[in-house]
């Protein structure tokens, strides 16, 4: 069993900065990518960043330049970095686990609002 852990949410206002973290642990033989996604009230759920296990990152257009995403592949880790927040960055983010036969395993989640 896969579990996947996000940790870091949070209340913030415009301007600031918070950094999201996620564990994942359990019976994955190896994570091929790693990445964050968000989805905002009433909206689908959307790609913020992503990295692979060899350090690729692939970012949204509306974070480029001020969310930066790393790894630990040894401890099966990932945090996103995020500073100048907007309130357009309110949502929920999610963690997301890719292994290396494709199994997709997902977090429960955590709460970013950015107040202006």
């Known amino acids: 069993q896969v579990q996947v852990v996000e940790s870091g949410g949070g209340l913030v206002q415009a301007g600031g900065s918070l950094r999201l973290s996620c564990t994942v642990s359990?019976?994955?033989?190896?994570?091929?990518?790693m990445g964050w996604y968000r989805q905002a009230p009433g909206k689908q759920r959307d790609m913020v960043a992503t990295?692979?296990?060899?350090?690729?990152?692939n970012y949204a257009d509306s974070v480029k330049g001020r969310f930066t995403i790393s790894r630990n592949n040894a401890k099966n880790t990932v945090d996103l970095h995020m500073n100048s927040l907007k309130p357009e960055d309110t949502a929920v983010y999610y963690c997301?686990?890719?292994?290396?036969?494709?199994?997709?395993?997902w977090g429960q989640g955590t709460q970013v609002t950015v107040s202006s």
């Open positions: 997301k686990a890719l292994s290396s036969i494709l199994n997709a395993y």
């Open positions: 359990g019976s994955i033989f190896s994570i091929k990518t």
């Open positions: 990295i692979t296990s060899g350090g690729d990152t």
